[in-house]
């Protein structure tokens, strides 16, 4: 549900007038408005989070509206003694994403979001450990495979854009190697593995001049995303780092609900041709160079 609400708002912050022209800009922001102000709700202290109600097994033998249920409905939270650093992270990273969204329209709300989001990234900062270590009914469902260091780096990143302060900068630069930021060569994204959007995001800095200084880290962010990019684009050399195809082109990542990797590629591509576009540069490749029109024909395709 956060992943969700941090997308949603990442595309009003990309594509907000395109987004009023198709009629869709106030359903857009009723949606992330629900996601957080059930976010708020739940973010009931600054070490508390309240995680999940019920748990996959009998919600899956049960299929009712919530209203109707006479199964257990037991909620689960996480704190300092059994924390969440992924789960809080990310809702860290919607809060701070949603803020920037309504930062015009209905600024105290705005800081009110920032203020939760500064808190959980503190609270999953301070005290580590993977959401389905804590609470032990979500493994079979949602376990955090790629743990909770992406997830950190998210978060600080979404902070930075929203407040523009140096220390969350820092944590995303400091914390590039440690953290995996600058490591992991990744061939998906989706609501478990963030490194994807944490290189793209770190890729769109280089182009200010104030983060110059950062620029030695940021441009191993931007090839790690351009990997990402790549494979996506079936252009790396070793065709086991390209990601599978059907045989109607449709990009494969695996048999579970494959059109949420395919939505969340279509996305970061739109994002990362548009930003190529307006630095007049072009993707470089293994397999070949691709500018800025062939990328969107691509995520257009898919």
């Known amino acids: 549900m956060a992943f969700t609400v941090t997308m949603l708002s990442w595309g009003i912050i990309e594509f907000h007038d395109e987004i009023a022209i198709a009629g869709e800009l106030e359903h857009a922001l009723e949606a992330i408005k629900w996601g957080t102000d059930y976010f708020i709700k739940a973010h009931t202290s600054p070490n508390v989070l309240w995680a999940e109600v019920g748990d996959g097994d009998t919600d899956h033998y049960c299929w009712q509206r919530p209203e109707d249920m006479t199964t257990s409905r037991q909620a689960y939270k996480i704190d300092q003694s059994n924390p969440g650093s992924d789960l809080a992270g990310e809702t860290a990273a919607a809060m701070a994403a949603a803020s920037i969204v309504f930062k015009k329209t209905n600024p105290h709300y705005s800081l009110l979001l920032l203020h939760h989001a500064q808190e959980l990234f503190e609270f999953g900062d301070k005290y580590r450990r993977k959401y389905d270590g804590s609470v032990a009914v979500v493994k079979n469902y949602y376990a955090s495979v790629s743990g909770y260091m992406d997830e950190l780096l998210w978060a600080a990143l979404w902070l930075y854009e929203a407040t523009d302060k140096e220390e969350y900068l820092k944590y995303v630069v400091n914390n590039a190697d440690a953290f995996g930021g600058i490591g992991w ?10 490194y994807a959007g944490v290189q793209i995001m770190a890729s769109k800095l ?10 030695h880290i940021l441009k191993q962010y931007r090839s790690k995303a351009e990997y990402y990019l790549c494979s996506c684009l079936n252009k790396n050399n070793d065709t086991t780092t390209n990601i599978d195809r059907t045989p109607g082109g449709l990009l494969y990542i695996r048999q579970w609900n494959n ?3 395919v939505t969340t590629a279509a996305f970061l591509l739109t994002i990362y041709s548009e930003f190529l576009q307006d630095s007049n540069q072009n993707l470089h490749c293994p397999a070949g160079t691709v500018d800025h029109e062939e990328i969107l024909s691509f995520a257009k395709s898919q």
């Open 185 to 194: 060569a990744i061939t998906e994204f989706s609501w478990d593995v963030k």
């Open 206 to 215: 280089l182009e200010k001049e104030k983060h110059k200084q950062h620029a």
């Open 259 to 261: 059109m949420q990797y």
